[in-house]
């Protein structure tokens, strides 16, 4: 559903281990998907995006995975670097007439060295 | 290069002050958006607009106010009826559904 200012949840990870990080979405309907970094006072920045005919999408050291049948949503950072540690949003479009996406909590990612 | 560019990065108002932010976007996206974030939080829908001289309220518009007279310009006022306004905002735009948002770097602003 909406963002509501919730508190972030935290996964710490080790430094060259990968991580997941975990987005439930709200909305059958919703056809693209999108993940984002927020590192510590700075605007957001894309990462990698997925629309709903596809199930994995990979770029860069980072998949998505999203899963229909339970409107799961998730991104896999391989071989995870100190200069990841940032926040991490999942959003979604509904779909519709709309061009505004939903997002979703956040999620704290802390690489330990 | 294009992008969104939003002023001032740091802002001080003083109680019962009207301040406005600046968002501008050289992108030619037809929706712009505008976001507050408190500390540790997520994202808060303020207002967005999908085209020029329209615009419609978010999630938490009461205490903001903004127009949308030009396609790259979307300024947010932040009237004397917020009564919390310290927080960090986030101006953004996107062209069509099915493509993210470019972001701004944001505005930090503080009630002294």
């Known amino acids: 559903g909406e963002s509501v200012g919730l508190h972030l949840p935290t996964l710490s990870v080790q430094e060259g281990d990968n991580s997941i990080i975990n987005c439930a979405y709200s909305?059958?309907?919703?056809?693209?998907f999108i993940w984002y970094k927020q590192e510590s006072g700075k605007g957001p920045q894309f990462i990698i995006d997925?629309?709903?005919?596809?199930d994995k999408r990979q770029g860069q050291r980072v998949t998505v995975l999203l899963n229909k049948t339970v409107k799961h949503l998730s991104l896999q950072i391989a071989a995870t670097q100190p200069g990841d540690s940032a926040v991490y949003f999942c959003a979604e479009n509904y779909g519709g007439a709309t061009n505004k996406l939903i997002f979703g909590t956040g999620t704290l990612l802390a690489v330990q060295p | 290069d294009g992008g969104i560019t939003q002023s001032p990065k740091y802002l001080f108002r003083k109680e019962g002050q009207n301040v406005t932010l600046s968002c501008e976007q050289n992108?030619?996206?037809?929706?712009m958006y505008w976001y507050r974030q408190d500390p540790g939080q997520g994202l808060r829908l303020i207002y967005y607009?999908?085209?020029?001289?329209?615009?419609q309220k978010g999630d938490i518009a009461e205490g903001y106010s903004v127009s949308r007279e030009k396609k790259e310009s979307f300024p947010l006022t932040v009237t004397s009826a917020q009564k919390n306004p310290t927080a960090f905002y986030l101006c953004a735009s996107n062209r069509d559904r099915l493509y993210g948002y470019t972001f701004g770097s944001g505005t930090r602003l503080t009630v002294v």
């Open positions: 909305n059958s309907a919703s056809d693209y």
């Open positions: 607009s999908q085209i020029v001289n329209d615009f």
């Open positions: 992108l030619n996206h037809d929706a």
């Open positions: 997925i629309r709903s005919n596809m």
